[in-house]
């Protein structure tokens, strides 16, 4: 059976129909089959329409077309099946509303709600108290070493221009084909130099970066005395000064500041040595 939803035309056509037409008081063929409906957009099956067509074109002194003045629809209606399913759709019957959760699964989400939130704040808990690993500070270090397309482009063109080197270099060679396997020779030589010269590099990148992470470097407050200072004043300078270590080389430019601070401190030695000298002249 074909639902079709009400149109105009069908209601002007049901309300042509008299009180006593065997349409309207005899009940439908089937229990499915929706009654003759009254408001638009309601359900009216296929069959329904081909007999309310037949009933229509069989009134006594009826015609093509509605005459009559009982709506402004009906008088541009058709009697004909065709004129009745025009804007006709197919009618979709309305979503049923959704049920009402059961207890039960209200129970389960508030219990998965509740797990969920003890996980998060578990892991936030687990984060807190971990303490910070030197490998946290050296992903940029990591990110930097890695084979970049320069480098790649950079070994490509020194096989290239190697191989083309030798190939050009053995020009007056009759013979073209040991030219040219002489030169794929050296492209492959110089590749694979060029390899294992940057895995070295690599590994001894590796080897001090580990060597950087080891090394516990202490920094202190050291007091500078210049010669021709009264020893009182000496004696209070020193009294107001206590060794502070503090940790040098930890962090991500650590072993820059443990190389500023040796060069400070071999100059600061060289310069005591040269006063030194100068004293003991005197």
């Excluded at 056509?13 to 229990?31: E, F, G, N, T, V």
């Amino acid at each position: 059976m074909v639902l079709l939803t009400t149109t105009p035309a069908i209601l002007s056509a049901i309300s042509l129909l008299p009180q006593d037409s065997p349409l309207r008081s005899s009940p439908l063929s089937s229990d499915a089959e929706p009654s003759l409906p009254t408001n638009l957009d309601t359900p009216i099956s296929h069959k329904t329409l081909i007999l309310l067509s037949q009933a229509l074109r069989s009134l006594p002194g009826s015609s093509p077309r509605i005459t009559t003045t009982t709506t402004t629809t009906a008088q541009q209606a058709s009697w004909t099946l065709n004129n009745l399913l025009y804007n006709t759709r197919p009618y979709h019957p309305p979503a049923p509303p959704p049920p009402k959760p059961t207890p039960e699964y209200l129970t389960l989400k508030s219990r998965l709600l509740a797990e969920a939130q003890q996980r998060e704040y578990n892991a936030l808990l687990t984060s807190a108290e971990r303490p910070p690993s030197l490998l946290d500070h050296s992903s940029p270090d990591r990110d930097a070493d890695l084979i970049s397309p320069s480098l790649i482009l950079n070994i490509a063109l020194s096989i290239l221009l190697c191989a083309f080197s030798v190939f050009y270099a053995t020009r007056h060679w009759p013979n073209d084909g040991v030219r040219v396997l002489l030169s794929l020779a050296a492209g492959i030589v110089v590749g694979v130099a060029e390899t294992v010269v940057y895995a070295a590099y690599m590994r001894n990148v590796e080897t001090a970066r580990r060597k950087e992470r080891a090394r516990r470097e202490v920094k202190s407050v050291l007091v500078v005395e210049k010669a021709g200072m009264a020893g009182g004043k000496r004696n209070e300078g020193v009294e107001g000064e206590e060794e502070q270590e503090e940790i040098w080389g930890k962090g991500v430019n650590g072993g820059v500041r443990r190389r500023v601070r040796e060069r400070w401190e071999r100059g600061e030695k060289k310069l005591e040595e040269k006063m030194e000298r100068e004293t003991g002249k005197r």
